[in-house]
């Protein structure tokens, strides 16, 4: 039971893009209250560094990214970059790939195991018939 927890559930980077992708707009403290819960318990000095370097100022950029303030005092929203979206995205595929990929060696396999028999009844029929 323990592996498919491990094997169901992504790296906390793939679940933080995926938060963030998935709404309209969201906050740090959002985020981090996200990433503080079961099963992921992230400290807070790696979600603030996930969010300055894949949000705020994502690679490629030279000048941080603009966020939206309700009024003043409160706390800020930003929307994520498409830098996320590309990763999220990219991890889906990945998976979908290594997925297709089992799905088939298991057809491969098969049909070796089917054609190894077929040859082999050949082999058998003309042995007895000759």
């Known amino acids: 039971m323990l592996i498919m927890k491990n094997k169901q559930r992504e790296p906390w980077q793939i679940a933080a893009a995926r938060f963030c992708v998935e709404r309209k707009e969201f ?11 079961e099963p992921y318990n ?11 370097e894949n949000i705020q100022n994502p690679p490629g ?6 966020f ?14 498409s830098e996320l979206v590309s990763m999220v995205t990219d991890y889906d ?3 979908e790939a290594r997925e297709s990929s089992k799905k088939a060696m298991y057809i491969a396999v098969a049909s070796l195991i089917l054609a190894t028999l077929v040859g082999m009844a050949q082999i058998i029929i003309q042995i007895c018939f000759n």
């Open 68 to 81: 939206r303030k309700v009024q003043e005092g409160e706390e800020v929203f930003w929307t994520a970059p």
């Open 61 to 66: 950029r030279q000048f941080n990214r603009e």
């Open 42 to 52: 992230i400290p807070h000095e790696h979600v603030r560094n996930f969010f300055i």
């Open 93 to 95: 595929e990945l998976k």
């Open 27 to 37: 906050t740090l403290k959002g985020l981090e209250t996200f990433l503080k819960e």
